[in-house]
């Protein structure tokens, strides 16, 4: 490695030296020393003299140049030896003559105590899986519920550290507590006119809640047998060729059942002339959504059908009612009518009743419930019924004592069957 | 307050003590008829006579144990060491006898007695000159250890250490007895053994130093607070027993340390400190601990080398923006 010449500090008030005079050439074998140049400095001309043995590799200095103390004047070393690196790194500094190596600020990097730890910010998807996270950013991880695989670490080889945590502790209430609204763009109101059918619906139902006192009675009906009923009967009549039977034609099917049983609530009250009108005969209306309301096609003589009399016949209403098939006379003249929005999910709701009913039942959906059986919780499965009910026509120990048989029957399919 | 010098603080310490109780003596080279080696003791001799203030031939070991010995006896000695450096021939003085002879006796012989001294670097005094020796005075169970870097904790704790009834190594530094400071103006000042004192407070990071280190310290806390940062400079005072409460709440607060200590780096006293700090604060660090401490060499001679050997303000300075994640 070649040997730096600096210019020596020859006398206490010596800022830098004259080199007056090279006592060797490039190439000349040197022997710690030797005389190899005179300096004059602000107080004599000196000698310079070589402390390590070696060859002169480079004159740096020149005759007459002022050089600053610890400033390079030669290189010494091993014949032939590259001085360029050297030479570089007194260059780099701006100053040639200005000595770098070895000064205390720039060898920091190189202190062995200061162990120096590259940081470099990067995501902290760990390469071997384990999360680097410091032992505070852990606990605060905790602390605040934050799964430290969400975030990113900003210390040395993506560690995740305190103000990592801090950042994502801020973000989450930000975000989550208070829902940022979106820019409302293109604000516009567009105006329908109101459909015939919806004006009708819209009278008929207005007309029924603002006159007809609405109370309702709800019961959840044990369906584990229907539904063990409803699978077998399914499976006989695929194998018949028959239609599917749905719970909701099992419902109404009870219904036509408890109506008959319960002639009081399969009336009409009709305000007009002083009359409640009885029906011997039990026609069920079905409300059916369409593209832009809802209709009630009419199943006629409903208690006297089998439960796949009314699916067969359910299922053909329904398929013309969304085709805009059905004929107005289909739509008339119901005595009780059902609504079913189990299939949308719904557990429970209150329907309107439908003019000139007394009485609507709204089917909720079918539920998996833990249930109290013998002291045990069991899994179970259940149905909500809400009876509305006219309180004109009908009291509620009537409507109750319908629901309860409605009720028994879906709870015992098999007498529906008969 | 008054401003003194730190060789005039320890001077006041020691005669305030000898003119409060005549068993307090000070033995050791050149402090009676020359005034000290750095004019600590000047005028001590005048002021109590050749049976107080004693010089000594150059033999550590031996004054050493005589001092023990008249401690053994009753006496509360003050033994100067010219530097600690010299004191490597006193060992077995100081660490089989002063140290465990209390421990070994059941109790029956005890040491009231002061070994002080500089410590530590020095400048270009080359490697024997130039050693930190308390991490080896503090590993001995039996001595307590305190090193001071102003002239008021000089007064205060070295008035305590000759009070106490146990032996105590006692630290100054050569660089720093003409360095002057304000001295509490308090009668009877005492300052209490194992109690840090935090010089500034901040929370961005601790950094811990004692003697010159806690100027380094101070110094990397002034750059710091140029970046816009509030660095807490602790000055544990006591090396041992060591104040971890005061380092711990420290610790706690800003979540990263760094240790300076002028010391080689291996099994010093930034060594124990970095240990507890992790054993007893892990949850609490959101950064590995750093230090900055003397190179693992022998100190060098050459100016250049002995001043990248110890710790600069600039390392401390670096260190502390590593612990901070700035860099």
Known sequence: MPIAIDMPKMTDTMEEGVLREWSVEEGDKITAGDVIAQVETDKAVMDVEAYDDGVLLKKIAKAGEPIPIGGLIAILGDAGEDVSEMLASYESNGTATKLVTGSPAESVEATPVIEKETASPSPSSPSNGRIKASPLAKRMAVDHGLELANLVGSGPGGRIIKRDVQAEIVRIPASGGTPSVPEPVDRTVESVRISQMRKVIARRLSESKFTSPHFYLSVDVDVASLVAQRKAVNIYLEKTGGPKVSFNDFVTKACASALVLHPDVNVTYAAQDGIIQRYNYVDIGIAVAIDDGLVTPVIRDAHVKSVVAIAEEIQSLATRARDKQLSPAEMEGSTFTTSNLGMYGIESFTAIINPPNACILAIGAIRDTPVVENFTVVAGKRMKLTLSSDHRAVDGAVGARFMATVKELLENPASLLL | ?327
């Open chain 2, 1 to 327: 307050m008054a401003e003194l010098q730190l060789r005039e603080a320890i001077r006041a310490a020691m005669v305030e003590e000898m003119d409060r109780d005549e068993d307090v003596f000070l033995m050791g080279e050149e402090v009676a008829e020359y005034n000290g080696a750095y004019k600590v003791s000047e005028g001590m001799r005048d002021r109590y006579g050749d049976r107080r203030v004693i010089d000594t031939p150059i033999s550590e070991n031996g004054f050493a144990g005589l001092g023990l010995g008249a401690a053994m006896d009753g006496l509360r000695p003050i033994i100067e060491f010219m530097t600690w450096n010299f004191a490597f021939v006193a060992m077995d003085q100081i660490i089989n006898n002063a140290a465990k002879i209390r421990y070994m006796s059941g109790g029956q012989f005890s040491f009231p007695i002061v070994f002080r001294g500089p410590n530590g670097a020095a400048g270009q005094l080359a490697a024997t000159h130039n050693t930190s020796v308390e991490a080896l005075y503090s590993c001995f169970p039996g001595l307590k250890v305190i090193s001071i870097s102003n002239p008021d904790d000089a007064k205060g704790l070295l008035k305590s250490a000759i009070r106490d009834d146990d032996p105590v190594v006692f630290l100054e530094s050569e660089f720093m007895y003409g360095m002057r400071g304000e001295v509490s103006d308090a009668e009877d000042y005492i300052i209490p053994i194992g109690k840090a004192r935090v010089a500034r407070e901040g929370d961005a990071v601790t950094i811990i130093g004692h003697n010159k280190s806690y100027w380094r310290a101070l110094e990397a806390a002034d750059m710091l607070k140029a970046d816009g940062y509030a660095a807490e400079v602790i000055d544990p005072r006591t090396i041992r027993p060591l104040d971890w409460e005061t380092v711990l709440a420290s610790v706690r607060k800003t979540n990263r340390c760094v240790i300076v200590d002028e010391s080689n780096p291996f099994a010093s006293v930034s060594s124990e400190i970095a240990f507890q700090i992790q054993a007893r604060a892990f949850d609490d660090l959101d950064a590995p601990l750093k230090r900055v401490t003397a190179k693992d060499t022998p100190a060098p001679y050459a100016k250049n080398l002995i001043e990248y050997y110890l710790p600069s303000a600039e390392d401390v300075y670096r260190a502390c923006r590593e612990v901070m994640y700035l860099d």
